[in-house]
Every structure is written in structure tokens, then in C-alpha cells.
């Protein structure tokens, strides 16, 4: 149970008078990400920032209405019609109705980051008001010593690599959202991406995925491929500008089957083993993490090993995976299973304007391998074959399309990723040294990016401050204790790193 504080009286932010409610048609990719939420799961971007020593309540509320409201988005409500959805500022915008105060439970006197946890995994499923802007931060002022700071956004506010921007701002001495947005240039950047998305991936998509729709299976799927013919896919290119050559040179070819291979391989994806972590999820969550490891360790293992930082964790996960179902008794000989990874589609400078530019890549984890250096090197394998893929374009013009169509449509086309995966996973990469806030040190960040339709694992890695940390939430029907998951990332670590350090000198 939570106690909630009384409230100061309400203190609405004072427009000037000039000010009008501005209305602004949302993007059918932030659209889709609007309409995903279930039951089962909220399309909520979960966070825990822990800060020693505490923070008041005050100097929160203060530094959110200076720094997070400069990002206009943060102070507009959603307002749905039949053609989609319009950003509407609100005009009656109070910081006390976004900026709670919290108590944890009683458990919190014995087992605090359990409580902490146990109320997490409580607000993973409270939809957030629409009638207001869709955020809020949570503070819980005495926790260990310090504060604890509980943040829900949700998706069709921002991806993580923009909250990334928004997290720069709030933080002492952060930098603050550029004043003028970068003026249209339809030949550079992310414009140039979008540019191309709609021309010759979503218009010939869009029409096919629809007649699709309408027969049973998985049509979603067969629609993926149907992209049109090449040739009508170099022309728009060629006309565009965008690359430059002849239709029917090598260059040309060469793109055209990268992304009709891409279109079929992301479409008739595989099945994902079986395994208890896949099936129909309930109506509660769970979460867990562990302590921070040093980074520097997983770096010398990396450089030794030649692969990367990211291979390391990668096959650190698997391993945990695959020990936690070995411990349910499973077997999993010979498995993999499925974790879509967000991959950035925008240059970081542009991170600013908020929204949803990211794709999704299916990254392979061969759970069924026991020996952690042949894992490791699995997992190289199949991340280089992932490298150069237009995978995580075309999944982004699949949610652009899914903005497109009717919810019912939208339901049955993204039913091709929960389908076919097991878990989404994030990596996200933080500054190696600890960032303040008001003040105080930010001794521990986490976020988890949500699971949508069935899915009922999420996974995030996070580098902070010379560590690497891993948190997981999960559905309770499928994974009641994700902390025995959390328990086996250490053990599988220490078992890479010390037959790494048994190799031969040289290899």
C-alpha cells in the first residue's frame, strides 16, 4: 500500500496573454505507440532514478517546471478523433498534479528495495490520466539515506534515446533544449530518412498490408513483404534524389534486394522456442534488479575476447535466461529465443523534438548453449550479421503504417512481433561519471521501455558511473520472480571472465 501525502493547493503554471491552446496532429508512429496500450501492458516508459543524499519535494517540483517544460510536449494533453490524434496544450497545467508525493510500504522498513520494487511493478499497470499530459514523477523524499525518484512517460511522448535529451536537461548543470527548431532540410538528417520511409516503404506498403488484414493468420505478415516490385521501388528512389544512379545498376540492385531480403526475413521470422516466459500474460507485474558490476571488468573481458561490450552482456543475458529455465526444471537444448532491441533512427542532435524515431532489431539469443566463451562468440556472430540491416527501418514503417489504419488493424499487424519474441531489450549507454540533481548525487538510474501485446519480458542494461546494471520486469503469470533471472547475471559473468582469463596468451 501506498500513503499518499497531502497535497499542497493547486498551483497552476500562468500563461501569457498571448498564449493560446495549440493544436498539433501527432505523428502515426507516436499514434500507434497511443493505441498499443492492453491490459496486460501499458505503453509506459518506466524509470527509478535512487539520489543521495534526499531531495525536497520543492526543489523537485521547482526544477521539473523549469527544465521539463521547455520541451512543449511535457505540457500537452492527447486528444483522439476518428482520424487519429492532436496535441492540445493544456491550458489548466498544474506541476502538483504530475509531481506526487509518496511513501513506500511498511515493507520498506526491513526490505526497502523490495517495496520499492512491489510499487513499481503496481504503477507498471496504472494508466496514466488522459485528461492531462501523459507523465508523472513520483518522489519518495526519505529512502536509505536519500530520495527515490519513480517516473512514467508515456511512449507516445518520446523513445529513449530522446528521454535521453530530456534526462541531460533536468540533471545540474544540464543543457537545455534548443529555442528554435532546426529549419526543414528535405536533402540531410532524419528528414531525409523520413522522407524516403514514405515514398518507397509506406505508400507501397500500405495498400497491401490492408487487403491483408482482411484473411486470417498471418496476413500482418505476408503484407510485410509486399512491397511492390523493385523497379517501381528504384524509381521513387532515383526521382527522389536520394541515391543517385541508374535503375538497374549494381548499386541500385544491390539496395532494392537488401530491402526486399530485409521486408521477408523480418515478415516470415521463425517461431521462438517455447518456453515458459512465452504465453498469454495476466494482469500484474514484477520487477527486479541487481547491483551495479564494474564496467571496466566487462571491457577487459571484451578486448580480450575481441568482440564487443555489448556481445558480453548480450551472452551474460542468454546465459541468465537459460540458467533461470534449467532451474524450472526446463530443458533448453539447442534453444533461442527472441529479443527485439530498439535501434536509434535520428542523429542524437535532434533527440530535442521528442517523438518516436527508432526501429526494432531481432536479436537471436541462444539460451541453449552452456559454454559461456562458444555463447559469446555465437552471439558476435549473429550481431554482425544484424549490422547493415534495414530491419530496423522497415519495422519503424510498420508502425507508421499501424498509426495509419484502424485499431483492430493496427492490433492484428503488430501481433507479428509479440508472436515471434520472447522479450524487448534495451542497452543503453550512460555517462561514466554519476550526474547530480538538485544537488544530490544520482547514485542509480534504471528504465525499462514497455512490452506490447503478449510479450512479458523486458530487459535493460544500463552503463552509469563506471557500472553496468541489469533490471528486468516481467509479466507474474510467466515470470513470477525475474529476481532469480537477475540472481544468475553476476554468476554467468564471473564464469566468462574466468575462462577468459584461463586462455592461452594469444588467442
Known amino acids: 500500500m501506498v500513503t499518499r501525502l497531502p497535497r499542497s493547493p493547486s498551483r497552476a503554471i500562468p500563461e501569457s496573454p498571448s498564449a493560446s491552446p495549440v493544436h498539433e496532429r501527432m505523428s502515426k508512429v507516436d499514434t500507434a505507440w497511443l493505441r498499443m496500450d492492453s491490459a496486460s501492458n501499458l505503453m509506459m516508459i518506466m524509470g527509478v532514478w535512487i539520489i543521495k543524499p534526499s531531495v525536497t519535494y520543492a526543489a523537485v517540483c521547482q526544477r521539473i517546471e523549469e527544465r521539463l517544460l521547455k520541451y512543449p510536449r511535457f505540457g500537452q494533453k492527447v486528444v483522439q478523433d476518428a482520424a487519429g490524434a492532436s496535441w492540445v496544450t493544456d491550458t489548466g497545467f498544474d506541476i502538483r498534479r504530475h509531481v506526487l508525493r509518496e511513501r513506500l510500504s511498511p515493507l520498506a522498513k526491513s526490505h526497502p528495495q523490495q517495496a520499492l520494487q512491489d510499487r513499481l511493478a503496481e504503477l507498471a499497470l496504472q494508466p496514466l490520466d488522459p485528461r492531462y499530459p501523459l507523465w508523472d514523477f513520483r518522489l519518495v523524499e526519505h529512502y536509505q539515506g536519500g530520495s527515490v525518484l519513480l517516473v512514467r512517460i508515456h511512449h507516445c511522448i518520446a523513445d529513449g534515446l530522446a528521454l535521453i535529451a530530456v534526462i541531460q536537461s533536468l540533471v545540474d548543470g544540464g543543457t537545455e533544449p534548443p529555442?528554435?527548431?532546426?529549419?526543414?532540410?528535405?536533402t540531410s538528417g532524419w528528414e531525409a530518412a523520413e522522407e524516403w520511409l514514405s515514398h518507397t516503404v509506406i505508400e507501397p506498403l500500405t495498400g497491401a498490408t490492408v487487403k491483408a488484414l482482411e484473411a486470417a493468420g498471418d496476413g500482418a505478415a505476408q503484407a510485410l513483404g509486399a512491397m511492390g516490385h523493385p523497379k517501381n521501388l528504384l524509381d521513387k528512389l532515383i526521382s527522389r534524389g536520394l541515391v543517385k544512379g541508374k535503375a538497374g545498376s549494381a548499386e541500385m540492385a544491390k539496395l532494392v534486394y537488401q530491402v526486399l531480403r530485409d521486408g521477408a526475413a523480418l515478415a516470415l521470422m521463425p517461431d521462438d522456442s517455447p518456453t515458459r516466459l512465452k504465453g498469454q500474460p495476466g494482469h500484474a507485474k514484477r520487477v527486479a534488479w541487481c547491483q551495479p558490476m564494474p564496467l571496466d571488468e566487462v571491457r577487459a573481458v571484451s578486448k580480450a575476447l575481441h568482440c564487443s561490450i555489448n556481445d558480453v552482456l548480450l551472452a551474460c543475458v542468454a546465459g541468465a535466461i537459460g540458467s533461470y529455465l534449467k532451474a524450472q526444471g526446463d530443458s533448453v537444448a539447442g534453444k533461442?529465443?527472441?529479443?527485439?532491441?530498439?535501434?536509434?533512427?535520428?542523429?542524437?542532435?535532434?533527440?530535442?523534438?521528442?517523438?518516436?524515431q527508432f526501429g526494432l532489431a531481432p536479436?537471436?539469443?541462444?539460451?541453449?548453449?552452456?559454454?559461456?566463451?562458444?555463447?559469446?562468440?555465437?552471439?558476435?556472430?549473429?550481431?554482425?550479421?544484424?549490422?547493415?540491416?534495414?530491419?530496423?527501418?522497415?519495422?519503424?514503417?510498420l508502425l507508421a503504417i499501424a498509426g495509419m489504419v484502424?485499431?483492430?488493424?493496427?492490433?492484428?499487424?503488430?501481433?507479428l512481433f509479440s508472436k515471434k519474441t520472447t522479450a524487448v531489450m534495451t542497452n543503453v549507454p550512460g555517462p561514466r561519471e554519476k550526474l547530480k540533481f538538485c544537488g544530490a548525487t544520482l547514485e542509480q538510474p534504471l528504465v525499462w521501455v514497455p512490452q506490447s501485446g503478449t510479450v512479458g519480458l523486458g530487459v535493460s542494461i544500463l552503463?552509469?558511473?563506471?557500472?553496468?546494471?541489469?533490471?528486468?520486469?516481467?509479466d507474474a503469470t510467466l515470470c513470477p520472480n525475474p529476481q532469480a533471472i537477475i540472481d544468475q547475471f553476476e554468476p554467468e559473468f564471473e564464469k566468462l571472465r574466468l575462462l577468459t582469463l584461463m586462455l592461452p596468451w594469444g588467442d
Open 463 to 474: 552503463s552509469y558511473g563506471g557500472g553496468v546494471q541489469f533490471g528486468i520486469i516481467s
Open 363 to 397: 536479436v537471436v539469443l541462444p539460451i541453449g548453449m552452456d559454454n559461456p566463451l562458444a555463447r559469446v562468440f555465437e552471439v558476435r556472430r549473429r550481431m554482425a550479421e544484424l549490422k547493415g540491416s534495414m530491419q530496423p527501418l522497415l519495422s519503424y514503417a
Open 179 to 186: 529555442q528554435k527548431a532546426a529549419r526543414y532540410d528535405p
Open 406 to 415: 484502424v485499431k483492430p488493424a493496427q492490433d492484428a499487424m503488430l501481433s
Open 336 to 356: 533461442d529465443i527472441r529479443a527485439m532491441v530498439p535501434v536509434n533512427l535520428r542523429p542524437m542532435a535532434q533527440a530535442y523534438q521528442l517523438g518516436n
